[in-house]
């Protein structure tokens, strides 16, 4: 049964950093494109990066520069380190397969002002 845990959320102050963890309990892991997730109150779920298994990355604007995708190949796990958090970044984030398989419960990031 395919598992997506993601954890390493919480509240930090604007500025500060966070580092998220995804442990993917799936098959062929290394050759998958996986991405990163958010959704915020009242607002749909969007994209946040994507690494391929190649470790081709691509970011949303609002986060490029700032964020930094990667990947464990050996540890079946997906990492998003978060630099110069801004409250706008606060949402629950997620991480999922390319196509996305059932979604996780995510870990909440909030961002203080």
């Known amino acids: 049964q395919v598992q997506l845990v993601e954890s390493g959320g919480g509240l930090v102050q604007a500025g500060g950093s966070l580092t998220l963890s995804c442990a993917a309990s799936?098959?062929?892991?290394?050759?998958?494109?996986m991405g990163w997730y958010r959704q915020a109150p009242g607002k749909q779920r969007e994209p946040v990066a994507h690494?391929?298994?190649?470790?081709?990355?691509d970011y949303r604007a609002s986060v490029k520069g700032r964020f930094t995708i990667s990947r464990d190949n050996a540890k079946n796990t997906v990492y998003l380190q978060m630099n110069s958090l801004k409250p706008e970044d606060t949402a629950v984030y997620y991480c999922?397969?390319?196509?996305?398989?059932?979604w996780g419960q995510g870990t909440q990031v909030t961002v203080s002002s």
């Open positions: 690494i391929t298994g190649l470790g081709g990355t």
């Open positions: 999922n397969k390319v196509p996305a398989l059932p």
């Open positions: 799936l098959s062929g892991f290394r050759f998958a494109t």
